[in-house]
Nanobody, 119 residues
Framework: QVQLVESGGGLVQSGGSLRLSCAASGSIFVIYTMGWYRQAPGKQRELVATITSGGNTFYVDSVKGRFTISRDNAKNTVYLQMNTLKPEDTAVYYC?????????????WGQGTQVTVSS
């Protein structure tokens, strides 16, 4: 089992910044990907950004140039720096851990943290 603890959500005005953190603990594999997803009211959960153990990153188009994902492997922690926030970024943000130790995607999720951007 892998446990994920998120922090850093809150209320911010449009154009502001927030930084999310997610610390993983438990049975962590050597190679794993961590990422952030978000779910707005009435919408499906969507991928925001991911980062591999080697540091390769992926961003959904809507956050490119505004969000930065990073990780500290020594602390098993992933961060999401969110700048120039927009009201449409309002959502519950979920941390994800994924490894393939069993030969298929093995996913764990954080509890979610609310991000609200006011206009």
């Amino acid at each position: 089992q892998v446990q994920l603890v998120e922090s850093g959500g809150g209320l911010v005005q449009s154009g502001g910044s927030l930084r999310l953190s997610c610390a993983a603990s438990g049975s962590i594999f050597v190679i794993y990907t961590m990422g952030w997803y978000r779910q707005a009211p009435g919408k499906q959960r969507e991928l925001v950004a991911t980062i591999t153990s080697g540091g390769n990153t992926f961003y959904v188009d809507s956050v490119k140039g505004r969000f930065t994902i990073s990780r500290d492997n020594a602390k098993n922690t992933v961060y999401l720096q969110m700048n120039t926030l927009k009201p449409e970024d309002t959502a519950v943000y979920y941390c994800n851990y994924r490894d393939y130790r069993l030969g298929y995607a093995n996913d764990y999720w954080g509890q979610g943290t609310q991000v609200t951007v006011s206009s």
